[in-house]
């Protein structure tokens, strides 16, 4: 039965549909209460970056010499090239030649 | 002039954004497609239906979480396990707060019928190319949600072939999918770059985000460095 949704399943998804939902309302519901300040701007504007450094510098750095190799190619060519589209091809063409190569991580 | 002064503009429905809202998000149409192909061969595996995929995709929409998720899923649902699943669920899925908290200046000055179900688009790709946007001083609407529904549509119709062809993409990190994050993240950063000064926070957030990424399970590194960096800029004086 390939197009059936078993109930149980169906409710375990709603359960995961209402925590997301929070999360991406909340965020921005939330900051209807906060006035922004100056202060609160520079939070905000800060919050980008933040987020992406967070988020990736500790992959990068448990990612092994693959991950650290394709993310610095990555940024080069973003530096050259200014073009998103490429760094995103080269950062990974980079990792999957690596392991092709035969270097783990 | 202040450089933060044209982050006042209020929002507002233009139509010719809704082009270079999908340019800017189309560096990530590659990857997104492929992560969809890997989940719904994973999906496969695990004895999901097709339309069950389709579902978890079209209403979950957060592609790392339903990752996790499926790969710890139980062998019995129970209220208990169904409890564990949204909690997984929630802590990978919270940086989205943060995100939506970043648009309110901008999508603030909407009306909330508006505003609201615009902030059900919020995904990594989709929010940073439009932070980006604002940045540099855009305030069309339409850049964000144009380039939030192409990615939805894409990500909805990316897991049907993966879950056809199951075996073929059994290792995605093989073809550098797992790359594609990392690396547009890291193409956003060099743009955004303005000083040392402005990169104190970011710092910071790398700092706490690479000893709670030691110490701590989960997710929560990205939270608590995203936090942390935030609250550094707000200690800042300008």
Redesign the interface.
């Known amino acids: 039965m390939t197009d059936s949704v078993r109930p149980d399943v169906l409710i375990a998804f709603v359960a995961m549909m209402a925590v997301t939902v929070a999360a991406r309302v909340g965020g921005f519901w939330v900051m209807r209460y906060i006035p922004i300040t100056p202060r609160v701007r520079r939070m905000l504007d800060a919050l980008p970056g933040s987020i992406i450094v967070a988020a990736s510098l500790p992959m990068v750095v448990s990612g092994g010499v693959v991950v650290i190799i394709a993310i610095v190619a990555a940024m080069t060519v973003t530096i050259i090239r200014r073009n998103d589209f490429v760094a995103v091809i080269v950062g990974m063409a980079v990792a999957a030649l690596a392991r092709a190569l035969g270097f783990s991580g | 002039m202040k450089s933060?002064d044209h982050?006042h503009q209020p929002a507002f429905w233009s139509r010719d954004a809704i082009g270079p809202g999908i340019y800017a998000i189309?560096?990530?149409l590659?990857?997104t497609a492929a992560f969809g192909l890997a989940f719904g061969a994973l999906c496969a595996q695990k004895q999901?239906?097709?339309?069950?995929v389709e579902?978890?995709m079209a209403?979950?929409?957060?592609g790392l979480?339903?990752f996790v998720?499926v790969q710890s899923w139980p062998d019995h649902?129970t209220v208990s396990t169904?409890?564990t699943?949204?909690?997984l669920?929630?802590t990978v899925?919270?940086?989205?707060?943060?995100?939506?908290?970043?648009?309110?200046?901008w999508?603030?000055t909407l009306p909330p019928w508006q505003?609201?179900p615009a902030?059900?688009l919020?995904t990594?790709g989709g929010?940073?190319a439009a932070?980006?946007y604002r940045?540099h001083g855009g305030a069309n609407a339409w850049f964000f949600v144009g380039g939030g529904l192409v990615l939805y549509v894409v990500w909805l119709v990316s897991s049907v072939p993966g879950f056809l062809l199951a075996e073929q993409l059994a290792d995605p990190?093989?073809?550098?999918?797992?790359?594609?994050?990392?690396?547009?993240?890291?193409?956003?950063?060099?743009?955004?770059w303005k000083g040392a000064r402005?990169?104190i926070?970011?710092?910071?957030?790398?700092m706490?985000?690479?000893v709670l990424?030691?110490f701590v399970a989960g997710d929560w590194?990205?939270?608590?460095?995203?936090?942390?960096?935030?609250?550094?800029?707000?200690l800042?004086d300008?």
């Open positions: 933060s982050l189309a560096p990530m590659p990857g999901f239906s097709l339309t069950e579902l978890m209403i979950v929409y957060g979480s339903q998720a649902l169904i409890a699943l949204a909690l669920t929630a899925n919270l940086r989205f707060a943060l995100m939506s908290a970043s648009l309110r200046p999508f603030g505003a609201y902030m059900l919020v990594d929010w940073l932070s980006r940045d990190k093989k073809y550098g999918v797992d790359l594609v994050m990392p690396a547009f993240y890291a193409a956003m950063l060099v743009p955004a402005r990169a926070p970011w710092a910071v957030a790398g706490v985000a690479l990424h030691r590194f990205i939270i608590g460095g995203a936090i942390a960096g935030s609250i550094t800029a707000g800042l300008d």
